[in-house]
């Protein structure tokens, strides 16, 4: 199960009490203070791990709990310091606060960690306390609370194009002929209900991560169809492929289909809209969707030059549209 957003709840130790206790040994009458210091209560840690793909284990544990610190004792005995929770999570989490959705932590690589939620410090023991004016302190510090946080914890995919467009114009049966993804293909609307992510080999040794982003709908900037949900996993993308349905079995206008997700695009994110695009006419395996393609072609090219032509039935053009791909990518990266 692909789950992309959790709220959960955090709460790092407390810190361990300090002890107040005096020396009481035989021949010695004057032993003085020895109580010891309270331990440090444990953190909350989030760690990026690479080998995860979706916030599933978030959702059955909501709480996570840190250790408490113990208090000090006698004999300037330290507390031992509480265990840290470490919460792993996928590559490309962003922890927010629940009430704000102030950014918190955004892990992008694999091993970052990052402290959520600070355990209290330990109090203090009186044998801190003791000077040539106080020889016997009897004061010993409680020790301090742990921070408690609400986080809403959302993913980001990581990748370097992300496949967008209506739906059924072909995005799952795509990246499953130029990638190692293995999409659920139907021909029905929705048939694809979370990202895909897929690996490209270009050459022997060049590759990149490509996304197929489950179909756009109008108003999907409002959230309908799980669009907000949908557009945020395009935001951390360098390159935007934009499938237009040309089959002989739609009815659609390209035309219209490519303004409409471009204006959803906008006004989700002016950043996002503003990604460089290549245009790609899918399911061009008819003659009457080759006749079709020359009537829009000449508009096309006005609003996009990058205008690739492929079908993944027939394998017409794939090639030529993952090198061109990888083209775009090595001239952004250069940038």
């Known amino acids: 199960m692909f789950v992309d957003q959790v709220k959960i709840t955090v709460e790092a130790g ?69 265990k840290d929770s470490l919460i792993p999570v996928p590559v490309g989490t962003v922890v ?17 960690e990052f402290v959520i939620a600070r355990g209290g410090r ?41 496949i967008i467009g209506f739906p059924n114009a072909g995005k799952s049966t795509l990246i499953s002929k130029i990638s190692n993804a293995r999409p659920k293909i139907a021909d029905y609307p929705f048939s694809t209900l979370v990202p895909n992510l897929g690996l490209v080999q270009v050459g022997d040794y060049q590759s990149f991560i490509a996304a197929d982003i489950p179909g756009l709908i109008q108003d999907a900037h409002l959230g309908k169809g799980l669009g907000t949900r949908l557009l945020k996993h395009t935001e951390r993308t360098r390159l ?36 460089p695009q290549i245009l790609v ?26 205008l690739m032509v492929c079908s993944s039935v027939t394998g017409q053009g794939i090639k030529e549209l993952v090198f061109k791909i990888y083209e775009v990518l090595e001239k952004k990266e250069e940038e």
């Open 14 to 82: 407390n810190g361990g009490d300090g002890c107040c206790s005096f020396r009481r040994e035989k021949f010695i009458p004057k032993g003085g203070p020895d109580g010891g210091n309270g331990g440090k209560g444990g953190d909350v840690v989030f760690r990026a791990a690479g080998n995860l793909s979706t916030l599933l284990d978030l959702r059955y544990q909501q709480l996570y709990r840190a250790g408490h610190g113990r208090p000090g004792s006698g004999q300037l005995k330290t507390g031992k310091n509480g």
């Open 96 to 112: 927010r606060d629940h009430e704000t959705r102030r950014v918190l932590a955004d892990l992008t690589e694999e091993f970052q």
């Open 122 to 162: 330990g109090g203090l023991g009186n044998e801190h306390y003791k000077s040539s004016t106080n020889r016997a302190p009897r004061r010993a510090d409680s020790g301090e609370p742990g921070q408690h946080q609400v986080l809403f914890v959302e993913l980001k995919l990581l990748a370097d194009v992300a």
């Open 240 to 275: 935007l492929m934009h499938l237009l349905d040309f089959s002989i079995t739609s009815d659609r206008d390209p035309i219209s289909d490519y303004e409409i997700i471009q204006n959803e695009l906008k006004h989700f994110s002016e950043d996002l809209h503003g990604k």
């Open 281 to 306: 006419a899918n399911k061009i395996d008819h003659p009457e969707a080759e006749a079709k393609l020359a009537e829009f072609k000449e508009r096309l090219t006005a609003i996009n030059p990058t």
